[in-house]
């Protein structure tokens, strides 16, 4: 398998609910990055990952957990989110300063 | 003020012809790089052209070039011979070289292909 993956590709959980985003890449990357995609907005980067290491938290409420074990690797732990935390959430990885390549992303939904 | 600007929230092109999409930038950094991507109704973002800031010769990937203008601050994503897949939002985005290095992403254009 190639590129970046994301799992699941879409997500609709409870306000109280735990559930965890995972992005896996097969690039030899070395940094990796989650961003927010709501609609009518921007792209929101909200964090960074140089060599499993986070390099930046773009001021993202502590309900938003990540966790890089290897440079292959990142997940978002999510615990009780609010309603408009409902939105596309990417992953992307780079040769850190490169393009990066953004996985497929994961629609979530909370209800 | 906004990093990257597009002013363009929808166009329309005829299938075969050219368009441009519109992207300004602001920095005062002297290194920095510009991206342009596009997004399918799928959702997956996909990396399309990159243009440095010490570039001397526009960008070319295919049908995509990225007209840099440098003293205007602008990086418009232009596609020859648009195609019906063409269809999509596309976004312009920089990264400046001190400081943070993550992207910050433009608002995006819709582009919309017709027959």
């Known amino acids: 398998e190639t590129g970046v993956t994301q799992t699941p590709r879409h997500l609709v959980m409870g306000m109280t609910n735990k559930k965890s985003l995972k992005c896996e890449q097969h690039?030899?990357?070395?940094?990796m990055y989650w961003y927010k995609q709501s609609a009518k907005k921007p792209l929101e980067l909200m964090f960074v990952y140089n060599f499993k290491e986070q390099t930046e938290n773009n001021s993202v409420p502590s309900r938003f957990s990540p966790e890089c074990p290897n440079s292959s690797h990142l997940f978002l732990h999510l615990h009780t989110l609010q309603p408009e935390d409902s939105a596309l959430y990417l992953c992307a990885s780079s040769i850190a300063g490169s393009e990066q390549y953004f996985g497929p992303g994961t629609r979530l939904t909370v209800t | 003020a906004q990093k990257i600007t597009q002013t363009q929230p929808g166009m329309f092109v005829q299938e075969k012809e050219a368009v441009t999409l519109d992207c300004t930038y602001d920095t005062s950094d002297q290194s920095y790089g510009l991206f342009w991507y596009k997004q399918p109704s799928s959702g997956e973002m996909i990396f399309l052209i990159y243009?440095?800031?010490?570039?001397?010769q526009n960008a070319t990937e295919g049908r995509y070039s990225l007209n840099f203008q440098k003293a205007r601050k602008s990086a418009n994503l232009v596609i020859s011979a648009s195609q019906l897949g063409d269809s999509a939002m596309y976004f312009c985005?920089?990264?400046?070289?001190?400081?943070?290095?993550?992207?910050?992403f433009g608002s995006g254009t819709r582009l919309q292909v017709q027959p």
């Open positions: 690039l030899g990357h070395n940094a």
């Open positions: 985005a920089m990264r400046e070289d001190t400081g943070r290095r993550a992207l910050t």
């Open positions: 243009q440095g800031s010490y570039d001397e």
